[in-house]
């Protein structure tokens, strides 16, 4: 199985981006999906996960509202949608894939992970 995040970049603050994640070797239907960020000095943080049936779920604090993630099974692809990015916002996003039956925040609740895409906001 491998997920191959991109889409990272820098950007100024008010600024957007879209993050992709490509799975293969897996049916990205039989899994749920999600989306974590990591600072330097800082732990994985969760962003925003989508089930199999595409519920979604979000971050509690200020990420919710302007991030939007979205799933094309097609194209066996996940999506991050960020707008108004904030500098607090840079890191690297990586996506994850979980074959839990419930969505999770947790980190360890996913088995495969991306390699990571950096998203550097600039104030």
């Known amino acids: 199985v491998q997920l191959q995040a991109s889409g990272g970049g820098l950007v100024q603050a008010g600024g957007s981006l879209r993050l992709s994640c490509v799975a293969s070797?897996?049916?990205?239907?039989?899994?749920?999906m999600g989306w974590f960020r990591q600072a330097p000095g800082n732990e994985r943080e969760f962003v925003a996960s989508i089930t199999r049936s595409s519920s979604r779920y979000y971050s509690e604090d200020s990420m919710k509202g302007r991030f939007t993630i979205s799933r094309d099974d097609s194209r066996s692809t996940v999506f991050l949608e960020m707008i108004n990015l904030k500098p607090e916002d840079t890191a690297v996003y990586y996506c994850a894939a979980s074959l839990w039956g419930s969505p999770t925040p947790n980190p360890k609740g996913y088995n495969y992970w991306g390699q990571g895409t950096q998203v550097t906001v600039s104030s």
């Open positions: 070797g897996i049916y990205l239907s039989d899994v749920n």
